[in-house]
């Protein structure tokens, strides 16, 4: 059976406010699904009616096909951490072995989550005197209890050091080329852009984007070239008659009659970085300059979720 997630045209409103409208995309095994949004977006609304904690007003939410209520034994085919708070007074220890009671695990589990997600040395210290780093540990050893084959993770990079960051990137790109389905939210791009396959961005509840990482990366992204030059109509003209667009070159010339003369880089969308190089060599122009910044990538999420003021707008209200 495969343990792909489904949400087809799924709507949850609070009084006059639309959380999620009418939204619909798929997250597949063996691949990292990172679900985007600024704060406020419906994120979360979405997950807690994917695991069956809220009603949707209308369309469905499904893992596997079938709606999480009605999954055989869904703690042992969903594992899901929504938030990172634990009884204070509880060790590590304690809390996993009471949720691996509730879910019927064997009592052996809880040593190898523990070990799985580094936590075995602080595993007898109470979990109120954890950072939130280790919370987010102790949260994705909850959710591998009964070793599911889905994992629905709400931000979990969130609050996590440069090291933490590198290792949940490693651990979720593992358990997805076991073949697991694994859905992560994130407010941030850039935390999850090293993690993730595919991407679905929402914003106010709907559907910006849904496809692999990459399509998002090639549709926006613009590389920069240069050249000497006497070589740069030559250059232009190859990228323009190879599908590329070429931005504007901004150039200066003494006086009217003389030509534009650029010394910019020129910047091209609609090919990426290797076509550029290829085309520039099939036409005997040797390149200066070859680069495209991954900050487009971070400016197209930008454009998807609303403009930079939009967004902080929407964190400070959260
Ligand atoms: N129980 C609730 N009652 C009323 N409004 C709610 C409720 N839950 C969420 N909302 C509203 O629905 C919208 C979506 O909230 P949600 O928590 O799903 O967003 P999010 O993308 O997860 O945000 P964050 O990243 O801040 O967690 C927000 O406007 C929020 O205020």
Known sequence: MSHAIEVSHLSKSFG??????????????????????????????????????????????????????????????????????????????AHLDIARRAIGAPETRVAEVLGLVGLSDSANRKAGGYSLGMRQRLALATALLGDPDVLVLDEPVNGLDPEGIRWIRLFLRHLASEGKTVLLSSHLLSEAQHTVDDLVVIRRGELMFAGPLNDLQSGARTVFVNTAAEHRAALVAALTAAGGTVGTEWGKRRHAAEPVISTAPIGVTGLDADQVGLIAFAAGVALS???????????SFLELTGDAADTVAEGARS
């Open 16 to 93: 006059e406010v639309h959380a999620v409208r009418d939204l619909n995309f798929t997250a597949q095994p063996g691949r990292v699904t990172g679900f985007l949004g600024p704060n406020g977006s419906g994120k979360t609304t979405t997950l807690s009616m994917l695991l069956g904690l809220a009603h949707p007003d209308a369309g469905t939410a499904t893992i596997g096909g079938m709606p999480y209520a009605q999954l055989d034994r869904p703690a042992l085919t969903v594992g899901a951490a929504l938030s990172a708070n634990f009884h204070a007074a509880h060790t590590g220890r």
């Open 289 to 299: 300059h070859l680069s495209a910044p991954e900050a487009e990538l971070e400016l």
